[in-house]
């Protein structure tokens, strides 16, 4: 552990985005089975989540447009995207249209510093994990969790939208 955290400060990642890792994954199956596809315009955000999840075992891929996002959607069956509300060229909440089609059973995690993504993304009547940036890093994992295996484990009809 104390290697992983001396590791994130060397490369240079913002102090504001490090993170201290769990001792045990808690996850009561492989999370190599669980693709995520993490959409970020800041590069040191998207390199903070990743190195989080892919710790935990997820198979993770990311990208900093909107455009990609699409593109590895087609190619990719992703069960989980973590993406920003505000990225150049799309919002978050047409982006994630998009990317529903492709795969409509995939799970939506976002996370924004912006205020006006809230009303957004409860217009959209899905089942959603939002997040007011800064996220604490032990709380995505808790969603990213919660989505994967809740998926994995129960079929639920009625959409619901968590607003943290």
């Known amino acids: 552990m104390e290697h992983a955290s001396r590791n994130l400060t060397e490369n240079n990642i913002d102090q504001k985005h490090t993170f201290s890792y769990p001792e045990i994954n808690e996850s009561p199956c492989s999370n190599s089975n669980f693709n995520i596809l993490i959409v970020d315009d800041d590069t040191d955000i998207l390199e903070c989540y990743k190195l989080l999840l892919e710790y935990e075992g997820y198979r993770i891929e990311t990208v900093s447009t909107p455009n990609e996002a699409i593109r590895k959607a087609e190619e990719t069956r992703f069960n989980l995207v973590i993406l920003d509300y505000t990225l150049p060229y799309m919002r978050g909440d047409e982006l994630a249209l998009r990317l ?22 409860l217009n959209m009547g899905l089942d959603i994990r939002f997040f007011m940036k800064p996220v ?7 969603a990213a969790r919660s989505v994967l295996y809740r998926s994995k484990l129960i079929d639920v009809n009625t959409p619901t939208v968590t607003i943290v």
């Open 136 to 142: 604490d890093p032990d709380c995505l994992l808790s």
């Open 100 to 121: 529903l089609e492709t795969n409509g059973s995939m799970k939506l995690v976002f996370i924004s510093g912006c205020n006006e993504a809230k009303m957004s993304i």
